[in-house]
Structures are given as structure tokens and as C-alpha cells.
């Protein structure tokens, strides 16, 4: 399968700082990515997408980065809240309909 | 909100049985997937369904591996012959259609074999 992988498996953070997590993907024929929130025991959430179009996009407290010369994701999530606690997932899609998924960082909010 | 839901949330199942998983896609979705996520590791692509067939399918779904979607509500995902490597939490998603859109994933099934 295409390697989308992460940098870091965790990533601890005070309450209120913002956080970045981060993603490398291998395929530059990729052009819809997608993040992912995970909770214990659920499934995976949207976050917040972005096509190959685009080199940012912002939703509801979290930006999301591309930048595809060096084929790297970012998610930035502002004011972190011990609510954001779980395991983030970038997604990307690259031909048909199948995403394929990093491996996931785990984010643990500190109160 | 609409959702994607599936059941049995937890299925305990003996080596050699065959399972039946079971998930009812948001309901104007036309596009259906399953994905495994064995414990602590990434989410991998299965099978996805479209015009009630297979469009695409990944190297672990193989022969043992069967989707059907029997009405108009329910996706099912059937496992002839469990073997305890297919030990995982199974979701099913949907997307309203074929690329550049969210997945919309179910709470998944917690499938052990024993």
C-alpha cells in the first residue's frame, strides 16, 4: 500500500497551547487528503480535509497544511482542549475510492 | 446528524466459525467500504461497494471475505472461516460519492476470535 506515515507516535500538550501534528505521505499523485479523530472505542471522525489544489485550509480552531514539494501534512489544532485527547489519522487518498491511513499520533491533552 | 451504524458492536467468535458483520450506511450514500483496524495499528482498506458490486478490493480481503448488501439499508461483511489473525475492530463507511469526500465511518464491530 501507499506509505502515509507519522512523525511522531505521541504528542503530550498543555491545555490551552496549540498543537501540530504531523504527516508525511509518499505519492505526489495524491490529491484529497483528509484528517481524522479517534476516539478510545470509536471510529474514526472527520476533522478537516484538503485537495492538492489547496496548500491551507481552515476549519473551527484546526488549520490544515500541505505542502506537496516535500509531500508533508500538518494539522494544527488552536487553544487544545483536554476534549482534543485521542489518536489522529491523516487519510489520502490517491486513485479510486480507498483512503489509505497513517498510523496514527496520540494526543494527550494536559489539563 | 445522519450516521453510519453498525452491529454487533462486540463479536466474540471461535477459530473456524464464519461471522456476519453487519452495517446500515447513511441512507442517500451510494458508496460503501469496510475497513480493519487491528489493535494499535492503522486503519486498512478492505472493500469498497458500489452499484452492488465490489469496485475495489485490498490484498487482505481475500476469498475467506464477502459483502453483500441484501436490502436497501443494510452492507454486511461476512468472514466464511475465522482465523485468530482476523481479530480486529471492523468499520464500515459510506461517502455520497466516489473520491474527493469524507468518509463517514460507523463505531465499528470489535471482532475477537478465540
Known amino acids: 500500500g501507499e506509505n502515509v506515515g507519522l512523525h511522531l507516535p505521541t504528542l503530550s500538550v498543555q491545555e490551552g497551547d496549540n498543537s501540530i501534528i504531523n504527516c508525511a505521505y509518499s505519492?505526489?499523485?495524491?490529491?484529497?487528503f483528509i484528517w481524522y479523530k479517534q476516539e478510545s472505542g470509536k471510529g474514526p471522525q472527520f476533522i478537516i480535509d484538503i485537495r492538492s489544489n489547496m496548500d491551507k485550509r481552515q476549519g473551527q480552531r484546526v488549520t490544515v497544511l500541505l505542502n506537496k514539494t516535500v509531500k508533508h501534512l500538518s494539522l494544527q489544532i488552536a487553544a487544545t482542549q483536554p476534549g482534543d485527547s485521542a489518536v489522529y489519522f491523516c487519510a489520502e487518498n490517491l486513485t479510486g475510492n480507498q483512503f489509505y491511513f497513517g498510523t496514527g499520533t496520540s494526543l494527550t491533552v494536559i489539563p | 446528524e445522519p450516521e453510519v451504524t453498525q452491529t454487533p458492536s462486540h463479536q466474540v467468535t471461535q477459530m473456524g466459525q464464519e461471522v456476519i458483520l453487519r452495517c446500515v450506511p447513511i441512507s442517500n450514500h451510494l458508496y460503501f467500504y469496510w475497513y480493519r483496524q487491528i489493535l494499535g495499528q492503522k486503519v486498512e482498506f478492505l472493500v469498497s461497494?458500489?452499484?452492488?458490486?465490489?469496485?475495489?478490493k485490498s490484498e487482505i480481503f481475500d476469498d475467506q471475505f464477502s459483502v453483500e448488501r441484501p436490502d436497501g439499508s443494510n452492507f454486511t461483511l461476512k468472514i466464511r472461516s475465522t482465523k485468530l489473525e482476523d481479530s480486529a475492530m471492523y468499520f464500515c463507511a459510506s461517502t455520497p460519492r466516489i473520491r474527493n469526500t469524507e468518509a463517514f465511518f460507523g463505531q465499528g464491530t470489535r471482532l475477537t476470535v478465540v
Open positions: 505519492n505526489s499523485a495524491s490529491d484529497y
Open positions: 461497494f458500489y452499484n452492488n458490486e465490489i469496485s475495489e
